[in-house]
């Protein structure tokens, strides 16, 4: 079951375009954490959100990316100008109830070329 | 030094072979404790939270020592559906912040 639904899947664009990730959670959530993955990196938090005010951002470069959530349905990532380093993984996730983890989205493979 | 460290492998083990996975952590003060399984291009997904006393899910058993501050996961009789990354995860926290801090994974791939 998709707990959680991230969109676009794939996204592939040109270095300098902006760039919005989507992040549903289907039965709606005030917590949602964006996470960031690359081979070198592994998987790196950006910033989350509790009560859909951002609590801790300080993984996310502030002079591009821009996270807000708002409403407990939606959140979005923006990168603005992206840069072919931002190509990786971004995931979001909610969590699933006390002590048992999170739910992460099927995430959106981003490429900037 | 980062929060947490897993060697990234990868394990290459035949079928029916025990293995085990290491995980250290660096803050003393994390409370939850995790492992996640990431197959190829797809997203991590929950495999068992890791309890003070051990705990066991079929094959799957979690080990966590605080007085270490290590972690392990032991998978008994491999199959192939085994074959993934496997991710070790801390809770952290700071100040009314908490959050899941994630080792960089061990690749396990199980050989026919």
């Known amino acids: 079951d998709a707990r959680v639904t991230q969109t676009p899947r794939h996204k592939v664009t040109e270095m300098g375009q902006e760039v919005t990730m989507r992040c549903q959670p289907i039965?709606?959530?005030?917590?949602v954490f964006w996470y960031r993955q690359t081979m070198m990196q592994g998987l790196e938090l950006l910033a989350y959100?509790?009560?859909?005010?951002?609590?801790?951002d300080s993984g996310m470069p502030k002079d591009r990316f821009s996270a807000e959530m708002p409403d407990a349905t939606l959140a979005t990532l923006k990168i603005q100008p992206s840069e072919p380093r931002d190509s990786a993984v971004y995931f979001c996730?909610?969590?699933?109830?006390?002590?048992?983890?999170?739910?992460f989205g099927s995430g959106t493979r981003l490429t900037v070329v | 030094r980062k929060e947490v460290e897993q060697d990234p492998g990868p394990f290459n083990v035949p079928e029916g072979a025990t293995v085990a996975f290491n995980c250290t952590y660096s803050?003393?003060?994390?409370?939850?404790f995790f492992w996640y399984r990431q197959d190829c291009r797809k997203e991590p997904k929950l495999l068992m939270s890791?309890?003070?006393s051990g705990n066991e899910d079929g094959r799957f058993t979690a080990q966590l020592n605080r007085a270490s501050q290590y972690i392990s996961l032991l998978i008994r009789d491999s199959k192939l559906s085994d074959s993934a990354t496997y991710l070790c995860?801390?809770?952290?926290?700071?100040?009314?912040?908490?959050?899941?801090?994630f080792g960089t994974g061990t690749l396990l791939a199980v050989q026919p």
């Open positions: 996730a909610i969590p699933t109830g006390e002590s048992y983890g999170y739910t």
């Open positions: 039965l709606g959530h005030n917590t």
């Open positions: 959100f509790r009560n859909r005010a951002p609590l801790d």
């Open positions: 803050n003393s003060a994390s409370q939850s």
């Open positions: 890791v309890y003070s």
């Open positions: 995860v801390v809770e952290g926290y700071g100040g009314a912040t908490n959050k899941l801090i």
